[in-house]
């Protein structure tokens, strides 16, 4: 059984669940929130021009469509805490060491397992709607980027619709401590599951290699990292890079 908070829309192909999502509601007026699911993407997008790779039937491409009305515009960056809790949650019930790389990335032992692209629409000061694209690799053994699925770390075939209804169902409860505003209760499960929080790492910065230690997130989404000069660096997305391997 599905999660019955969402209208479940399940596509063979698509270029990108996202892309489907956008044309949907360009289209209609309607404000039920729904889910997009594509055994495969032809165009699967990553940030900015960047692509997701999937092979046809192996791992569960999503977008979620949702209406986070009580979100102002400055507190949209809880959207990705939720949706990377969510993820991190649904696959800890089925391998450990689940961790949130910053901002909303999913590692396994530093290997990516599913990232996450958010496109949100402002209205005023407020979320119009917010689409919510999640691929989570299940079931492909082999990439062409370093990156590890539910497979390669448990020797474990996934049922994807299993998958699919406990992300949703996790994913909801905590879309409902949003919607109700307890920030606090969503930045403690995000912290205790952040990679490299409170830790010193290596970080590349236009080109420039440096070592960090992770302060915290600001509510905007900024990454407060410490130098080892003692010097405090605000970055925001995609503007320090983690050097993981
Ligand atoms: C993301 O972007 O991580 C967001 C990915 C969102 C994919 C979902 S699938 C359903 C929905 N519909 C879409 O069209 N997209 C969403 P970014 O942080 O830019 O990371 C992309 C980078 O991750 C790529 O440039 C690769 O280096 C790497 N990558 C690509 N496919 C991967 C995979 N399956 N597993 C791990 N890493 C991957």
Partial sequence: MFAQNYKLIHLKTVNSTNLHASALLSESVDTEPKVIVADFQSGGKGQGSNTWESEAGKNLLLSLVIYPDKIKASEQFYISKISAIAIRETLSGLLSSVKIKWPNDILVKNLKISGVLIENTLKGNKIGHS????????????FSVPATSVLNESGKKTEIPEVLNSF??????????????????????????????QEWLRFSWSGVEFEGFIEGVEPDGYLIIKARDGKIFKFGFREVEFLLN
Avoid at 131 to 142: E, K, Y
Avoid at 170 to 196: C, P, T, V
């Fill in 131 to 142: 689409i919510i694209g999640v691929g989570i690799n299940l079931n492909q053994s082999a």
């Fill in 168 to 197: 949703l169902e996790i994913f909801h409860y905590w879309y409902e401590i949003m919607q109700s505003r307890d920030f606090a209760q969503i930045d403690m499960e995000y912290y205790k599951n952040l990679f490299g929080f």
